[in-house]
């Protein structure tokens, strides 16, 4: 059985940075992808970037990219998320999950954001963003 712990969130001014970390225990397929995704208060869950195992395409939602690195550590199986030049609209909890797919786009993302499935979920951890 997979398990995401997220951790890393925190609370920073807006331009700052923070680097969430997930953490995966149990066995991941070459053919998973992963994800972080995010959900402000009063809003919808949305996908913000997925990394592919098989061959680590990369995805970035359009508000995050260029601010936003997704990366991983194969020896610590561990993902993360870079988030630099941080906004207030960055307010939100952050989830990493498991998709199982090979195909990491805004679609799949979509999906994964509405059906939450099929996949694992992480517990989340609050990013807050003050201005």
């Known amino acids: 059985e997979v398990q995401l712990v997220e951790s890393g969130g925190g609370l920073v001014q807006a331009g700052g940075s923070l680097r969430l970390s997930c953490i995966v225990s149990g066995h991941l397929f070459v053919d998973d992808t992963i994800a972080w995704f995010r959900q402000a208060p009063g809003k919808e869950r949305e996908g913000v970037s997925c990394?592919?195992?098989?061959?680590?395409?990369?995805y970035y939602e359009d508000s995050v990219k260029g601010r936003f690195t997704i990366s991983r550590d194969i020896a610590k199986n561990t993902y993360y998320l870079q988030m630099n030049n941080l906004k207030t609209e960055d307010t939100a909890v952050y989830y990493c999950?498991?998709?199982?797919?090979?195909?990491?786009?805004?679609?799949?993302?979509?999906?994964?954001?509405?059906?939450?499935?099929?996949?694992?979920w992480g517990q989340g951890t609050q990013v807050t963003v003050s201005s």
């Open positions: 999950a498991t998709m199982i797919t090979t195909i990491c786009d805004g679609e799949n993302l979509d999906i994964m954001a509405r059906v939450r499935g099929p996949g694992t």
């Open positions: 990394i592919t195992n098989n061959d680590n395409t990369t």
